[in-house]
């Protein structure tokens, strides 16, 4: 034993000293796989308007219908191009200085010169009136406020733009204002004590951008983080049995789909495309791999109103027919159980990436799917942006992809730049003039049920693209704070609303 | 001072070698580098082809090559490092601050590592074969052979989601430091444990170890006076060798802990064809292992004159 005091000192240095338990403090952390890019609204505003810090002129509820933001009311003329928005007085930004027109018109200026969908809009001109702003269009546009409550209008302080119009600070109108930001991970922020509109309870909220779900499940299980956004389907299960966390899931309008190059020699027929689409199992999917209640039968989720027809006829998991429908098209299995036509193999690329973890699983899913009926698919799982390049030089052609179709509250925003023309995340080499012209009338006056029921009833027959699945947003907020709910168009987290429980 | 001189060569010479085997990799990279500048800065829902558009006329990414490689060297010359593709900032200021923590992060593991294991590993080289030394064997293998992201996952099960003593995740306080860098910390010590237990073995089988204790000293003094110094010349050789493990174990650590650092960055800035990022982090990575190394060899040649006198005479 004489060895002891030698082995008592050299043990007595490993850092095994008592640590305090955690400290329960006023600041809400919120935990979301978003990284900051920087104080650049173009590229991390949806940062900004979900933590509260910015507002846009419109905003929508969770019906999706538009309601007021820093605009009071809109109007617009007769014969819909000049747009008058009325802003709303008294409201001040975070640096104290006034939310007037001449603010409005530069910050709407500086997104309009950024890649985004205001770029695309036929606007010729945003002008500051007398308490208002005034845009003129070149052609009727009737989705021109739901286009306004998208995250790259948010309506940002002069002195939060270089000279260039590049962002060097983030000074909104929001319930929060920003006390540091550090790039790329994390933000604090406190109530802004002159807002406008109902102050926040909590006072302090800090954001941390987690990339992994792993981790993000981790932090909302041993209490790190209040509210945490953004969980996998294990994440789900495995939260649900914790004490002290809720977990909550709403249906958000995003599809996971098969987006088809309808000009690859195999797929132009609509025929072809309906038979990919009759051997996937989207149920089997659905439960065990999204773990979600159903498969989508249809592109547009239940929750947009008026595009989503419950009278459609919806899309069936039928293997049999859909090798009877390609042996009409005159394939036949060859020795290895592939299809061939004419010497060619049935033999297609399915591109997908990995940013939302599921869509390679899901993707290794199809494969096996569509081999039984035998269509040989190689699974590419690179960076996102191979699906827009690959549109553009028509190399693509299955890509497996995660749509939000309400990224622009009105659905229309999407279907416009994806489904006519050359939409890089839409229909590929697919052009159909009665749907074409549906949309262009809708996008003018707003259109009826009755004509984006029949728009989305094109897409469902025709299968530009094949839906999968209808997306869920999932949240696990702790016990200690009450008041959570999901905004299903992923506009905002509602820190404003949330309270510390009794 | 002339070790010195070599090194400030080998410095530049690695400096050239990483800004231009760097540059070269990422422009041979298959794939539009627009478009994966556009995918870094707005996201997979947003990226499309007006923004890869937008992307290539600001950056005029469409230039030659060899006048763009050179314009880098030569900005380097006034340690210029350019501006990051995707978030606009100088990469000097993204570094810097990166650096900064995951020096930290490094640091406080690598330290943590030397607590944990060369102790016990000279505890147990002081009695080869004994019960110290075997379960020495078998926790060290063990370790080594857990990979860093599963032995993160382990302790954060353990220690935060379990027993709820830290923090899972997170980053900004001192309590945020000790699961990342035990994690790193572990996989570190499980070698350099092993390392100075055979050195411990080796020298305590020496005649002089056996003439010192039978000269009559305790076996602490002999220990203090004859061993530690001995053994610390291989362990802080291979301290210099763990770098390139730390900078690896960095990388993984990051993504899970969400921690702000270079490891992270540079992961990034690699998916969105940063290549300016890419330069300047490797280049900072490269430097630092040339530091590190120049350190250990400064300490090493302190602590044993033996070489240098040597070489004198």
Same mark, same amino acid.
């Given at each position: 034993?004489?060895?002891?005091?030698?082995?008592?000192?050299?043990?007595?240095?490993?850092?095994?000293?008592?640590?305090?338990?955690?400290?329960?403090?006023?600041?809400?952390?919120?935990?979301?796989?978003?990284?900051?890019?920087?104080?650049?609204?173009?590229?991390?505003?949806?940062?900004?308007?979900?933590?509260?810090?910015?507002?846009?002129?419109?905003?929508?509820?969770?019906?999706?219908?538009?309601?007021?933001?820093?605009?009071?009311?809109?109007?617009?003329?007769?014969?819909?191009?000049?747009?008058?928005?009325?802003?709303?007085?008294?409201?001040?930004?975070?640096?104290?200085?006034?939310?007037?027109? &001449?603010?409005?018109?530069?910050?709407?200026?500086?997104?309009?010169?950024?890649?985004?969908?205001?770029?695309?809009?036929?606007?010729?001109?945003?002008?500051?009136?007398?308490?208002?702003?005034?845009?003129?269009?070149?052609?009727?546009?009737? &989705?021109?406020?739901?286009?306004?409550?998208?995250?790259?209008?948010?309506?940002?302080?002069?002195?939060?733009?270089?000279?260039?119009?590049?962002?060097?600070?983030?000074?909104?109108?929001?319930?929060?204002?920003?006390?540091?930001?550090?790039?790329?991970?994390?933000?604090?922020?406190?109530?802004?004590? &002159?807002?406008?509109?109902?102050?926040?309870?909590?006072?302090?909220?800090?954001?941390?951008?987690?990339?992994?779900?792993?981790?993000?499940?981790?932090?909302?299980?041993?209490?790190?983080?209040?509210?945490?956004?953004?969980?996998?389907?294990?994440?789900?299960?495995?939260?649900?049995?914790?004490?002290?966390?809720?977990?909550?899931?709403?249906?958000?309008?995003?599809?996971?789909?098969?987006?088809?190059?309808?000009?690859?020699? #195999?797929?132009?027929?609509?025929?072809?495309?309906?038979?990919?689409?009759? &051997?996937?199992?989207?149920?089997?999917?659905?439960?065990?791999?999204?773990?979600?209640?159903?498969?989508?039968?249809?592109?547009?989720?239940?929750?947009?109103?008026?595009?989503?027809?419950?009278?459609?006829?919806?899309?069936?998991?039928?293997?049999?027919?859909?090798?009877?429908?390609?042996?009409?098209?005159?394939?036949?299995?060859?020795?290895?159980?592939?299809?061939?036509?004419?010497?060619?193999?049935?033999?297609?690329?399915?591109?997908?990436?990995?940013?939302?973890?599921?869509?390679?699983?899901?993707?290794?899913?199809?494969?096996?799917?569509?081999?039984?009926?035998?269509?040989?698919?190689?699974?590419?799982?690179?960076?996102?942006?191979?699906?827009?390049?690959?549109?553009?030089?028509?190399?693509?052609?299955?890509?497996?992809?995660?749509?939000?179709?309400?990224?622009?509250?009105?659905?229309?925003?999407?279907?416009?730049?994806?489904?006519?023309?050359?939409?890089?995340?839409?229909?590929?080499?697919?052009?159909?003039?009665?749907?074409?012209?549906?949309?262009?009338?809708?996008?003018?006056?707003?259109?009826?049920?009755?004509?984006?029921?029949?728009?989305?009833?094109?897409?469902?027959?025709?299968?530009?693209?094949?839906?999968?699945?209808?997306?869920?947003?999932?949240?696990?907020?702790?016990?200690?704070?009450?008041?959570?709910?999901?905004?299903? #168009?992923?506009?905002?987290?509602?820190?404003?609303?949330?309270?510390?429980?009794? | 001072?002339?070790?010195? /001189?070599?090194?400030?060569?080998?410095?530049? %010479?690695?400096?050239?070698?990483?800004?231009?085997?760097?540059? @070269?990799?990422?422009?041979?990279?298959?794939?539009?580098?627009?478009?994966?500048?556009?995918?870094?800065?707005?996201?997979?829902?947003?990226?499309?082809?007006?923004?890869?558009? =937008?992307?290539?006329?600001?950056?005029?990414?469409?230039?030659?090559?060899?006048?763009?490689?050179?314009?880098?060297?030569?900005?380097?010359?006034?340690?210029?490092?350019?501006?990051?593709?995707?978030?606009?900032?100088? @990469?000097?200021?993204?570094?810097?601050?990166? *650096?900064?923590?995951?020096?930290? $992060?490094?640091?406080?593991?690598?330290?943590?590592? @030397?607590?944990?294991?060369?102790?016990?590993?000279?505890?147990?080289?002081?009695?080869?074969?004994?019960?110290?030394?075997?379960?020495? *064997?078998?926790?060290?293998?063990?370790?080594? =052979?857990?990979?860093?992201?599963?032995?993160?996952?382990?302790?954060?099960?353990?220690?935060?989601?379990?027993?709820?003593?830290?923090?899972?995740?997170?980053?900004?306080?001192?309590?945020?430091?000790?699961?990342?860098?035990?994690? $790193?910390? $572990?996989?570190?010590?499980?070698?350099?444990?092993?390392?100075?237990?055979?050195?411990?073995?080796?020298?305590?089988?020496?005649?002089?170890?056996?003439?010192?204790?039978?000269?009559?000293?305790?076996?602490?003094?002999?220990?203090?006076?004859?061993?530690?110094?001995?053994?610390?010349?291989?362990?802080?050789?291979?301290?210099?060798?763990?770098?390139? /493990? *730390? %900078?690896?174990?960095?990388?993984?650590?990051?993504?899970?802990?969400?921690?702000?650092?270079?490891?992270?960055?540079?992961?990034?800035?690699?998916?969105?064809?940063?290549?300016?990022?890419?330069?300047?982090?490797?280049? %900072?990575?490269?430097?630092?292992?040339?530091?590190?190394? /120049?350190?250990?060899?400064?300490?090493?040649?302190?602590?044993?004159?033996?070489?240098?006198?040597?070489?004198?005479?």
């Amino acid at each position: 034993m004489k060895h002891l005091p030698l082995t008592a000192a050299l043990l007595g240095a490993a850092p095994f000293a008592p640590l305090p338990a955690l400290a329960q403090d006023d600041t809400l952390n919120v935990a979301a796989q978003y990284e900051i890019k920087g104080p650049e609204a173009s590229t991390s505003g949806f940062v900004f308007t979900r933590m509260g810090l910015t507002e846009t002129l419109v905003n929508a509820d969770p019906d999706g219908r538009l309601t007021p933001g820093l605009a009071t009311d809109w109007s617009s003329s007769e014969d819909g191009l000049n747009w008058t928005f009325t802003l709303r007085e008294d409201v001040t930004f975070h640096d104290g200085t006034a939310m007037d027109a &001449a603010a409005v018109v530069n910050a709407l200026e500086i997104a309009r010169a950024k890649p985004g969908p205001l770029n695309g809009l036929p606007i010729t001109g945003i002008t500051a009136a007398e308490g208002a702003v005034e845009i003129t269009l070149s052609e009727p546009m009737a &989705a021109l406020p739901a286009y306004l409550a998208e995250f790259r209008a948010q309506i940002l302080a002069p002195a939060s733009y270089a000279e260039d119009g590049s962002g060097v600070a983030i000074i909104g109108t929001g319930p929060y204002m920003v006390t540091s930001m550090d790039a790329p991970l994390s933000l604090d922020a406190t109530a802004f004590d &002159a807002y406008w509109g109902t102050a926040a309870h909590i006072p302090n909220v800090a954001y941390s951008g987690v990339s992994r779900v792993e981790t993000r499940a981790l932090m909302a299980e041993s209490g790190d983080a209040d509210f945490v956004f953004g969980l996998d389907p294990a994440s789900v299960a495995r939260l649900g049995m914790v004490d002290g966390v809720e977990v909550l899931s709403t249906a958000i309008p995003r599809t996971l789909l098969i987006k088809v190059n309808a000009g690859h020699p #195999f797929l132009s027929d609509p025929r072809a495309r309906r038979a990919l689409s009759q &051997a996937i199992d989207r149920e089997g999917i659905a439960k065990a791999v999204l773990r979600y209640p159903e498969g989508a039968d249809q592109l547009f989720p239940p929750s947009l109103a008026g595009w989503h027809d419950d009278a459609a006829a919806p899309l069936t998991y039928d293997v049999d027919a859909a090798r009877a429908t390609l042996a009409d098209l005159g394939w036949t299995p060859g020795p290895d159980g592939i299809l061939t036509r004419d010497g060619e193999r049935f033999a297609l690329t399915l591109t997908t990436y990995p940013d939302r973890p599921e869509l390679p699983l899901v993707a290794s899913v199809l494969e096996q799917q569509f081999r039984v009926l035998g269509v040989d698919v190689t699974i590419n799982s690179t960076n996102s942006s191979a699906i827009p390049a690959g549109h553009q030089d028509g190399s693509l052609d299955l890509a497996l992809i995660a749509r939000n179709f309400s990224l622009i509250p009105d659905p229309i925003g999407t279907v416009r730049s994806d489904y006519v023309g050359n939409g890089d995340w839409g229909a590929m080499n697919w052009n159909n003039e009665a749907f074409a012209t549906l949309v262009a009338h809708i996008a003018r006056d707003g259109g009826a049920p009755a004509d984006k029921a029949k728009a989305a009833a094109i897409l469902q027959d025709e299968l530009p693209v094949i839906p999968i699945a209808w997306y869920r947003q999932t949240l696990a907020v702790s016990n200690a704070v009450e008041g959570a709910i999901i905004d299903p #168009f992923e506009r905002s987290f509602g820190l404003q609303d949330l309270r510390w429980a009794e | 001072m002339k070790a010195l /001189t070599s090194r400030l060569v080998q410095a530049v %010479v690695v400096a050239v070698l990483i800004g231009t085997a760097t540059f @070269v990799m990422m422009r041979s990279l298959p794939g539009d580098a627009a478009w994966r500048i556009a995918a870094g800065r707005y996201g997979y829902d947003n990226v499309d082809a007006a923004a890869a558009e =937008a992307v290539r006329s600001e950056l005029g990414l469409d230039g030659p090559a060899l006048p763009a490689l050179l314009q880098w060297l030569g900005d380097l010359l006034t340690l210029d490092f350019g501006t990051s593709l995707v978030s606009g900032q100088p @990469v000097m200021h993204e570094i810097a601050h990166q *650096l900064g923590a995951s020096a930290a $992060l490094a640091g406080i593991a690598l330290l943590l590592s @030397v607590l944990i294991g060369p102790p016990l590993g000279i505890l147990a080289g002081l009695r080869p074969g004994g019960v110290l030394d075997r379960c020495l *064997l078998v926790v060290s293998t063990g370790l080594k =052979a857990v990979p860093q992201f599963l032995l993160a996952l382990i302790l954060i099960v353990l220690l935060a989601v379990q027993l709820r003593l830290l923090p899972a995740a997170g980053h900004g306080e001192a309590r945020h430091f000790i699961l990342p860098s035990l994690t $790193l910390a $572990l996989g570190l010590a499980a070698v350099n444990a092993r390392i100075a237990r055979d050195a411990m073995a080796r020298i305590a089988d020496m005649p002089f170890w056996r003439f010192a204790e039978w000269k009559g000293l305790s076996r602490r003094e002999v220990l203090m006076r004859h061993g530690l110094r001995n053994v610390s010349v291989p362990l802080l050789t291979y301290l210099g060798l763990q770098f390139v /493990t *730390l %900078v690896e174990g960095v990388v993984v650590i990051e993504a899970i802990f969400g921690w702000p650092g270079i490891g992270h960055a540079l992961v990034h800035a690699i998916f969105s064809r940063d290549v300016p990022m890419v330069q300047g982090t490797a280049l %900072v990575l490269g430097l630092g292992f040339v530091l590190v190394n /120049t350190c250990i060899d400064l300490i090493v040649r302190r602590i044993d004159p033996r070489g240098e006198t040597e070489a004198r005479a």
